[in-house]
């Protein structure tokens, strides 16, 4: 595999990446491709030094924690399952904003239940949350639509992603506990932080200048 000089950025697919684009644009970095249409993976930008790779949102921070991406965007409630080992966090991009949240039926008793079965796809999260209050919890690790798990008696509440709560009020769920404020964050790779610190604290801080002109 050729070595690539320049800096490789890592860009979650989906929901984030149609607000990720404008915030490098003014960097000058603007894909080469339509990544709506692309099958490319890798992905050359009108800025020889930089190019794009397109994963999966979940995956942003393994890319960059291996140091096959010297830097990533990544949702925080990614990072906060993944446990972010090896990556450096220093920006908030402020977009994709929303709350990780436990949800369930409308006015559902947590307290009352001694064994609470809790579906999600933020296992690493919901044990955490659950262990601090000094609770075991049965965990059911769902890949989506985790809305669903408690219409069907798959579990009693979930851990999911609140925006609008448009999709939990169309199920008779409502947000029984705040977990964490979530957001997008730009990631870095420690060691390239190092061995490119010139070239990826420069990408920074112009990140930076557009985010706070
Ligand atoms: O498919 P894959 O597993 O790779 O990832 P994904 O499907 O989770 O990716 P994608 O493109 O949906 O984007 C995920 C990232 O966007 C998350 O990691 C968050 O950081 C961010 N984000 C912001 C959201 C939401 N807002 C959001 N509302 N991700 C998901 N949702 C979902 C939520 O899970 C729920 O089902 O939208 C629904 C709730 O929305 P409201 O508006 O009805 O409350
Ligand atoms: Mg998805």
């Excluded at 603007?30 to 992905?43: C, S």
């Excluded at 930089?50 to 979940?58: G, I, K, S």
């Excluded at 995956?59 to 291996?66: G, I, K, L, N, R």
């Amino acid at each position: 595999m050729a070595t690539f000089e320049g800096i490789t950025i890592a860009l979650s697919k989906g929901r984030i990446l149609k607000d990720t684009l404008p915030l490098l644009a003014p960097l000058g970095i603007e894909p080469t491709e339509n990544l709506d249409t692309t099958r490319k993976l890798i992905i050359p930008t009108t800025r020889a030094d930089v190019r794009l790779l397109a994963v999966r949102a979940t995956d942003a921070p393994t890319y960059v924690q291996h140091g096959a991406a010297d830097i990533g965007v990544a949702g925080k409630d990614v990072l906060m399952e993944h446990g972010g080992e090896g990556l450096y966090e220093p920006l908030d991009l402020g977009i994709a904003k929303c709350q990780l949240v436990v949800a369930g039926p409308k006015d559902f008793d947590l307290s009352g239940r001694q064994r609470l079965k809790v579906a999600t796809k933020y296992v690493n999260v919901a044990r955490r949350h659950f262990a601090a209050e000094g609770r075991h919890v049965d965990l059911i690790k769902l890949y989506g639509s985790m809305e669903l798990a408690p219409l069907v008696d798959l579990a009693d509440v979930i851990v999911d992603l609140v925006d609008t709560g448009n999709t939990l009020r169309a199920n008779d769920l409502e947000p029984l506990v705040h977990i964490a404020d979530i957001s997008t964050r730009l990631i870095a790779n420690r060691a390239a932080l190092k061995t490119k610190h010139t070239a990826i604290t420069a990408l920074i801080n112009d990140l930076k200048e557009v985010l706070a002109p």
